[in-house]
């Protein structure tokens, strides 16, 4: 298949980077259509650790062309720091490219997450507070700025001070916060666009022809299914579609262009922030599963929260995705656990869920059905072949294949793109 997705099967964090990063080898293209810099992709390659927030993954092969979608919220200072820590790193950014329509992250964005955030109290639903909320909010309102207009100066300027006006009121007299300064604002992200206006282009029609013209595509997801906006867990979701559906609208293409979907979900589950949990365990077992599986956040450095594998929320990622194969990363940190898990289903009331609710609140009344199986001690990291696994290991693949409804395609055995065993 010339067009593949790659999208997170879980509530994000699967190992998507590297899973891409072993797919963009091959790629003439890499697209990223969604989210903004709340999202975080780890990569080892050659030695060398990669941690990328905005920039596609395929910035690491020098002849893979890299798009920024119009469905990205830039940050123009995070993305400017992420491309300079990335020269020092010896990566060509040559072929990096954001479209014109994406929306851009603006210091009032940043500040108003945080303030109602903060207001929430105990009801904050654990943004990262990088202003991604509140841009694509202003981009529903109509009132955005998009690249286009951030490297176009006279309507930047007057767009910002327009919209600097509105949010000071907000930011002053709704949360009692301090105005931000139009002038210091209009200098800094004016230098700003000067820098990324070279990378600036109508991004559609080069991914369009890419693809009438047979080339390799492979888009990008960030964060995951049960976090997409619409059929998340809501309102512990993010802004965005982060589903193979948010890439049409997120890159400027037809569903028909997209010919293969590829879930990548970890052995175990893990999330982040706030929200219902049904195989979260607080236990030794979470305990390796964080330790061991270094479960921090590549964005925020939180620890991620840890449990049992559930295929509950695989059949939805199956479901809504379309999903053509899975990609199982981290088999190896479940390497020493005696009796592994997988929850088969939910009971609540007496009666059986096999489908992931609607109404998380009832999610919040599910207790998961396990089926246990027996864990291996073997070093597992050097395995090159689905047959080199310990017969524990395989069972445990074939178990989530049955479960989930889809064929494991790939399975990750160690951090680096090369502990990887394909199927």
Known sequence: MNTIALIGAQWGDEGKGKVIDILAAGADYVVRATGGSNAGHTVVSGGKTYKLHLIPSGILNPDT???????????????????????????????????????????YHKELDELAELAKGASA??????????????????????????????????????????????????????ALDFDVILSEYTEYAKQLEKYACDTGVMLYDAIKANKRVVFEGAQGTLLDLDSGTYPFVTSSHPISGGFCAGAGIGPTAIKECIGIA?????????????????????????????????????????????????????????????AINKLDTLTGIKKLKIATHYMRDGKRVDDFPADISLLEDCTPVYEEFDGWNEDISKCKTFDELPQAAQNYIEAIEKLAGCRVSMIGVGPDHVQNIER
């Open 65 to 107: 062309v890299n798009i920024i979608g119009n469905g990205v919220v830039v940050d123009p200072k995070v993305v400017l720091e992420e491309m300079s820590e990335l020269e020092k790193q010896g990566v060509s950014l040559k072929n990096l490219h954001i479209d014109l329509r994406a929306h851009i992250v603006m210091p």
């Open 125 to 178: 639903i654990g943004t990262t507070k990088r202003g991604i909320g509140p841009c694509y909010a202003d981009k529903c309102d109509r009132i955005g700025i998009r690249m286009i207009d951030f490297i176009t100066p006279e309507i930047f300027k007057e767009k910002l001070k327009s919209n600097l006006e509105f949010k000071n009121k907000i930011i002053t007299k709704v949360y009692g916060g301090a």
């Open 266 to 326: 970890k052995s175990y589950t893990t999330r982040v922030g706030a929200g219902p949990f049904p195989t979260e365990l607080d236990d030794d077992v979470g305990k390796h599963l964080l330790v061991v599986g270094k479960e921090y956040g590549t964005t925020t450095g939180r620890a991620r929260r840890c449990g049992w594998l559930d295929t509950v929320i695989l059949r939805l990622a199956v479901r809504l995705n379309g999903l053509t194969s899975l």
